[in-house]
């Protein structure tokens, strides 16, 4: 298999990526694409002159995650402190413990982002990186 791709695929990928806002070096991007990112098969495609596309090589990834729109937010200032375990094999571990107002729209966003309450007015979020405690 040749090294470089076939020029008529190049120039036509280069002018479709022209076309991409934010892509400051397509010849760069069409390059990394042909040696980097696309399968033996489909580079035999392109070679037998079987695929121009760049769409059928491309995947566009568009709406992957619809966040919803802010309408307003309001804050919930808190102390807190930061505790960092040292765990066997001098592994850090931290654990955030907040202490803010008590307040039923902190509480069911607590509940709504995975907290679990573990006691009452005791909020806890473990994972194998962090904890977080909310206190109210």
Not at 42 to 59: H, M, Q, W
Not at 76 to 89: C, M, N, S, W
Not at 113 to 133: C, H, M, Q, Y
């Amino acid at each position: 298999m040749p090294r470089r791709p076939p020029k008529e695929w190049f120039y036509y990928v280069v002018g479709e990526l022209e076309k991409v806002k934010g892509i400051t070096d397509p010849k760069a991007v069409a390059g990394w694409l042909w040696y980097h990112w696309m399968k033996p098969e489909t580079k035999k495609a392109i070679l037998r002159g079987e695929r121009l596309d760049p769409d059928a090589i491309i995947k566009v990834r568009k709406g992957l995650i619809q966040k919803p729109k802010v309408l307003e937010h309001k804050d919930y200032k808190a102390d807190g402190l930061i505790r960092v375990l040292r765990l066997e094999k001098q592994i850090l571990f931290p654990e955030f413990a907040l202490y803010p107002p008590s307040s039923p729209a902190v509480e069911e966003s607590l509940a709504d982002a995975g907290f679990v309450e573990e006691e009452p007015d005791k909020w806890v979020l473990r994972t194998n990186k962090f904890s977080i405690f909310v206190y109210f």
